[in-house]
């Protein structure tokens, strides 16, 4: 078993929780303690990003653009109907592990992905460990699950309770729930999105570490942007890219407040671009073809069928190739960029399919979202843990003891982070209930860590900035004292001091 990440690695509020654990351990009951040292050993490892989403929306191609390598099977077979964990390791591996806590590494296929059949008994399989040594593994482990919808009732129900499972046989299965789950998750839809996926989403990560969807741990992306008819999107021009924005802020809406954003994608292109799939013989097809007229061109690209079977000088086999790699649209993307640049090289050529992916904008995303506040996010995920894990115990005493000290912890100026993500999650999940326009300010002051985007002030100068810092701080604490019910007064309060803290770091740095 690999190493996890080391506990010097970890955020200040990750190593305060891991403190707080290792002081209750010894005052809490056999159960709750080992569902303590699983807590424990979580908040030491990368932050667990979940991909998950309906059957065919394009989750396993996602992963090998996001991991940068084609690892995880994109067919349909028995290991896309497993939970995969791909982590970092110091060699690459594959373990199968069995619901009896058994492993056995198994081999690479011959294109050095995980096998897409396995010979063991599925039933008897728990999930499936991949140790890659890509470092944008280090900081984070990327979970695969199977995809909802599918008339494989077990493999939904892998997807549901093992997105995070124990590695020992020490918990009983409350305790084993209570710290089951990924803390973050990327949800992956396409352009018909159904009216359950907001319930959905909601199924999926009420299970994330007891933790439910808001947009500090939530992210959609609209897969497959390609095959949008641009001609049913008003206003996009006819454009594909601008049609998968337009219908990907009409999903950002329905999907709100359980994500924090909805970015499109084109993850096949992503996909062979970033991970090598792309060569220099694709580039010299390319170029080859882009040499026909303009009729024929026009005529290829109608459909793949007309694609691969009209003459060409590019070989069939090959034109076939550059479709499973690219698709049309990828083809016209490359043609066009050869037409403006006839003497790209083929590394040009790659960055301009990879820029027209849209993974650089879901990267920038996951590094605002995830990374930035993996701190954050680690630590509200491990105490929600901790909660359940002593509410599940039956003991009183030892509820009291533990609601206690996560009390004090709360109260520390530093912990304030952990206030406003429980409040943000209140909110957004609609155990507390504000007006509107209230819980779309909470939403943006708890859904970024740039002060700019948190006061929705993007581009004025500090000293605006602060004046408006101090002035929603004075407000949140007047209606924190008059007219809020009880519910509502703990989160301004939190609101409020969110502001205050803004406003503190904004007066440092402003101008004398």
Known sequence: ???????????????????????????????????????????????????????????????????????????????????????????????????????QAIPFDANGMIPADLEFNLAEISHLEAYLTNAVLSDITVIDTPGLGSTDDTSVARTETLLGPARNGELDPVSRSAVAGAEAVLYVVTQSVRADDQQVLAAFTAATAARDAGPVNAIAVLNKADTIPPESVQGAGGDVWSAATILAARQAETLRPRVADVLPMVGLLAETAESGGFTSADADALRALAGCDETTRLAMLLS?????????????????????????????????????????????????????????????????????????????????????????????????????????????????QLRLLEALTLVTSGAVAMPEDLTAEVVRVGGSAVVAEQLGMPGRPVSELAGYALERAGWWRSFASFGATPAQSRVAHVVHRAYFLIWQGLKQVSPR
């Not at 979940?50 to 090998?64: D, E, F, Q």
């Not at 995880?72 to 009896?100: K, S, W």
């Not at 006839?342 to 995303?365: E, F, I, K, N, V």
Request: glycine share 6%; hydrophobic share 45%.
């Open 1 to 103: 078993m690999e190493a996890t990440q080391s506990s010097s690695l970890r955020g200040p509020l990750s190593v305060a929780v891991a403190q707080l654990c290792e002081r209750l351990r010894p005052q809490v009951g056999e159960y709750t303690a080992a569902g303590f040292q699983e807590v424990l050993r979580r908040l030491a490892a990368p932050l667990q990003v979940a991909v998950v989403g309906r059957i065919k929306s394009g989750k396993s191609t996602l992963v090998n653009a996001l991991i940068g390598r084609r690892v995880a099977p994109t067919d349909i077979g028995e290991c896309t109907r497993l939970v995969t964990r791909f982590q970092y390791g110091t060699v690459d591996r594959v373990e199968v592990v069995f619901t009896d806590s058994r492993r």
């Open 304 to 416: 793949a069928d007309l694609f691969t079977t009209m003459d060409a000088p590019v070989p069939s086999g090959v034109r076939m190739r550059l479709l499973e790699r690219l698709d049309l649209h990828g083809v016209r993307i490359a043609l066009e960029a050869i037409d403006a640049e006839p003497d790209l090289t083929a590394g040009a050529l790659r960055r301009c399919l990879l820029d027209a992916s849209g993974l650089a904008a879901l990267r920038a995303r996951l590094d605002a979202v995830f990374r930035a506040r993996a701190d954050g996010i680690k630590a509200a995920a491990a105490l929600a843990s901790i909660t359940a894990l002593a509410q599940a115990s039956g003991d009183a005493g030892e509820r009291q003891r533990v609601h206690d000290a996560i009390e004090v912890l709360l109260q520390k100026p530093e912990a304030h």
